[in-house]
């Protein structure tokens, strides 16, 4: 599905907003559109409009009294009034004359004395005349005034209601752009967590981050400002043009060249701002994954003395996006301003060459409100061209940014699914599986084993072996390519993923705090687990003792990854979370590889008792805390070579064997 597409679905969403906030746009736009025909009506018919011609009349009402005479201009006259005899008043530079009488052409004028001639071509007319006072002249213009207040005042109301509207419509589009974008990053982060973990190992967290965050506020900046004024751009060139065309039809016609250049530049420069575009968008996110990667490695930087390699990595990528930035910038410099000024250039020489060329005549004098009308509209023109100019980078940024956006959302997940299944009683069976990272190389191969209800079953093996491999299947983090798992005999494929982890629970050999408390942590915030169900949990693994020295006691402040925390006391937060949640199958990765001795003892004392009824799989490198497990698996490169009881692989003098003794050689002699 297209880009532009989907984020028109995202808008569809909040589409009453968006509606509302654009018919206030249209308002707004219209009501300043219709301030130069305002204008044109006050100019035409009330300052100009004196020229037209007046006529003597008995009616007072928007008649003139001159030399005893009332005179009313020809349009002032209402259906049926009787006209007397026609008069004229007419400017010279900047005086005004009288004329008692007709004025036959039309032409240049020139007044001396009391005479006032016009030329037009070969034809002179000469007209006995009165030149007029100031005022005089201010009496012919008192019947105007009314309307010309009138006007004047209708022309502050529309721009008060095209202020009104302005704002009306970028709250409303800006809350509707909000929204959207909280729509989009709460379906992005809701997506982030049913994609596979297979997805996470090729791409750091930072440039994850990078995506929710930077890229959909450059989203939100297409609906905030680009929509704005692309589309308000859209109703003024509109609405321009058709008010250039009631004006003057040829005038128009010739400003029609706009159109296709703008056309053409918008096709030439998505050409290239797009690749720019698709650099620093990148470049960005690499910059953000390594930021994220320094700050969590901060301590390795420090005590290795990395401080110089890592800035200048840093400053390789840094470069790299200031050099686009300036293409961008170049590209922007290059075509935004310098386009639009030689757009308003060519307009306006062919409103002089039109004007001065063939219009600009005496006759022309009446309609000086088109040319002001036309000069306004041509000069409001090229505001919204200059705004969806300068918006094309902002365009195009925003739709690099969905599209990375929405190819996070393509990724493929797992449906969440409400189904539950009764809790498993924890028998586990591996038939013939094989299963390969990468799809080519096996790192596991044709495993075969069983653990029965209640049976500890330990892991060992040297590192690569297979042992993490054969957790990561059965908790469904990766897909297996050969064989069978069943619990209870039903097949974990065919059970939904957040169904089959329901029962499950697992503690990693880094265990991993989020920001809360050590009850947020235990519980995770679950509704079924109840704060006396945490206590039980951690006085069972035996935590208590430790956080009854905390300040804050179950209540403690954590913050990111547990910080302020020993390894050993988040390994027991760690645990007690998995036992808090009571599971059927419980997995230990390394869960005690961190964890000193003393700490050790105590959680062996408590998975004696735990592990009652609980089937419970043991990955370990140190041997003696497997000593007790039903079944020992030793694993090598993903094949198992031996099984047994401690006792059994003792006696069988084997790998196993061999690993053990090496191990007590290695704590004597410590």
Known sequence: ??????????????????????????????????????????????????????????????AVLYNGTLYKRGDRFSAGEEKGKEARILQVKRNYYFVDSKVGIEGKRSAEGNLLTIQSGAAKQVYQVQKLSLPQVFSFYEPEVPRLLWLSGSYFALLAVAALFAYGQKFYLQKASNKIIQHMREDVFAHIQEIPIRYFDNLPAGKIVSRVTNDTEAIRELYVTVLATFFSGIIYITGIFTALFLLDVRLAGLCLFILPVLLLWTVLYRKYASRYNHVIRARLSDINGMINESINGM??????????????EFEVMNGEYYEYQKKLLNLNAATSHNLVGVLRNLSFIAVIWYFGGASLTASAALSIGVLYAFVDYLTRLFSPITGMVNQMANLEQARVASERVFELLDEAGTEVSEAHVPRFAGNVEFQHVSFSYNGKDDVLHDLSFSAKRGETVALVGHTGSGKSSIMNVLFGFYEFQKGRITIDGQDVKELPKQALREHMGIVLQDPFLFTGTIATNVSLEHGRISRERMEQALRDVGADRFIANLAGGLDEPVIEKGSTLSAGERQLISFARALAFDPAILILDEATSSIDTETETIIQDALEVLKKGRTTFIIAHRLSTIRNADQILVLDRGCIVERGSHEELMALGGRYSRMYETQAAGAQSA
């Open 1 to 62: 599905m297209k880009v532009g597409k989907r984020l028109f679905q995202y808008a569809v969403k909040v589409k009453g907003v968006i509606l509302a906030a654009l018919v206030m746009l249209a308002i707004s736009v219209g009501a300043e559109l219709a301030g130069p025909f305002v204008a044109k009506q006050m100019i035409d018919n009330h300052i100009v409009g004196i020229e037209k011609p007046w006529y003597e009349t008995k009616e007072r009402q928007d």
């Open 299 to 312: 301590s390795i930087i420090q005590a290795f003395r990395q401080k110089q390699e890592t800035e200048r």
